[in-house]
C-alpha cells in the first residue's frame, strides 16, 4: 500500500512557463517532505524540503507548497529550464528515523525549449 | 573525490554467483542506506547503518547481506540471487537519520 503516490508519471512543459509536480500521502503523521530531483545515469539528488509547521517553503525559482487538510504537496518552479528536465521524486516523513521515509514513484519533467 | 561513490555502475550475475557492491562516501556521514529502485515502484528502504551499527533492517531476504566496516564504506553482498532482483541499488549517507539523503550514482543490476 503505497502512502506517498505521484499519480503522473510525465509533464511536458514549455521553458520559461511554470512546472508543477505534485503528490499525495494518505499518512497523516507524516511532518516532513522532500524533494529529489534524478538525471538519467545518476542518483537523486535533494532539492527542496518542507516542515509540517510551515505551507510554503521557496529556493529559489524552486518553491514547495503543502496543504496538510488535503493530504497534498506541490513542487512548483519558475521559470521552467531544460535543465530541469529530470525525473522527481516525492517524499515523505513521520517522526524520526530512516525507516520512516516512504518515496513516490516520481515524476518525469520535460522542459523543451 | 567527493560525494557517494558506487561501483560496479553495472553487475550482471547468475542466480548462482556471489558478487559484492560497493558505496564510498566522502561527506563525513555518519549514516548510510542501500535502497532497492525498481521499475515502476518507489525506492524500497533496505538496510540503514548509523554509526556503523545497523538500525535498520527491513525485512529484506537473506541472500542481500550487508557490511558497514567503517562510518566511509558500506557494501552489499549479494548470493543466490532471484531475476526479480535486478534493480537499481542506490547506496545514500546523511547526517543522522534525520536529514536529507546523499544518493550515489547506483549499480544496476541485472540476475540472470
Known amino acids: 500500500d503505497q502512502q506517498v503516490k505521484q499519480n503522473s508519471p510525465s509533464l511536458s512543459v514549455q521553458e520559461g512557463r511554470i512546472s508543477i509536480l505534485n503528490c499525495d500521502y494518505t499518512?497523516?503523521?507524516?511532518?516532513?517532505f522532500l524533494w529529489y530531483k534524478k538525471y538519467p545515469a545518476e542518483g537523486p539528488t535533494f532539492l527542496i524540503s518542507?516542515?509540517?509547521?510551515?505551507d510554503k517553503n521557496e529556493d529559489g525559482r524552486f518553491t514547495v507548497f503543502l496543504n496538510k487538510s488535503a493530504k497534498h504537496l506541490s513542487l512548483h518552479i519558475v521559470p521552467s529550464q531544460p535543465g530541469d528536465s529530470a525525473v522527481y521524486f516525492c517524499?515523505?516523513?513521520?517522526?524520526?528515523?530512516?525507516?520512516?521515509?516512504?518515496f513516490g514513484t516520481g515524476t518525469r519533467l520535460t522542459v523543451i525549449p | 573525490e567527493t560525494g557517494v561513490t558506487q561501483t560496479p555502475r553495472h553487475l550482471v550475475m547468475g542466480m548462482t554467483n556471489k558478487k559484492s557492491l560497493k558505496c564510498e562516501q566522502h561527506?563525513?556521514?555518519?549514516?548510510m542506506y542501500w535502497y532497492k529502485q525498481s521499475a515502476k515502484k518507489p525506492l524500497e528502504l533496505m538496510f540503514v547503518?548509523?554509526?556503523?551499527?545497523?538500525?535498520e533492517n527491513n525485512s529484506v531476504p537473506s541472500r542481500f547481506s550487508p557490511e558497514c566496516p567503517n562510518s566511509s564504506h558500506l557494501f552489499l553482498h549479494l548470493h543466490t540471487l532471484q531475476p526479480e532482483d535486478s534493480a537499481l541499488y542506490l547506496c545514500?549517507?546523511?547526517?543522522?537519520?534525520?536529514?536529507?539523503?546523499?544518493f550515489g550514482n547506483g549499480t544496476r543490476l541485472t540476475v540472470t
Open positions: 517524499a515523505a516523513q513521520a517522526q524520526t528515523g530512516a525507516n520512516n521515509l516512504f
Open positions: 499518512n497523516s503523521m507524516f511532518d516532513y
Open positions: 518542507i516542515s509540517s509547521i510551515k
Open positions: 561527506l563525513g556521514h555518519n549514516a
Open positions: 547503518y548509523s554509526l556503523e551499527e545497523r538500525v
Open positions: 545514500a549517507s546523511a547526517w543522522g537519520v534525520d536529514s536529507p539523503l546523499h
